[in-house]
Nanobody, 118 residues
């Protein structure tokens, strides 16, 4: 499955953005969808993930209570709603998919830049 991420941009601290990740085709309910981010000079980290069927949502402690992952079956899209943004949320955000039975996330979107100003 191919992924197309969008929705990044510039936001002020305390503001909100919603990222979208469009899938090129329908996928299995047990496909794990995730958002990662990589800030300059830092390693990539997992931000949030959920199974395509909606089970097992998970968010990193650093964004808990501020970020929410969701998906829309009709639009074949996964979202990352980001509220109460902080300057430390500045990063390139990537969506990714891990197919059932696979250990790694094998499909990646192109990345979308989020910049949060203080």
């Amino acid at each position: 499955v191919q992924l197309q991420a969008s929705g990044g941009g510039l936001a002020q601290a305390g503001g909100s953005l919603r990222l979208s990740c469009a899938l090129s085709r329908r996928t299995f309910g047990s496909t794990r969808m995730a958002w990662f981010r990589q800030a300059p000079g830092k390693e990539r980290e997992s931000v949030a993930s959920v199974y395509w069927n909606g089970a097992g949502p998970s968010v990193a402690d650093s964004v808990k209570g501020r970020f929410t992952i969701s998906r829309d079956f009709a639009k074949n899209t996964v979202y990352l709603q980001m509220n109460s943004l902080k300057p430390e949320d500045t990063a390139v955000y990537y969506c990714a998919a891990r197919q059932p039975g696979r250990a790694d996330f094998g499909s990646w979107g192109q990345g979308t830049l989020v910049t949060v100003s203080s």
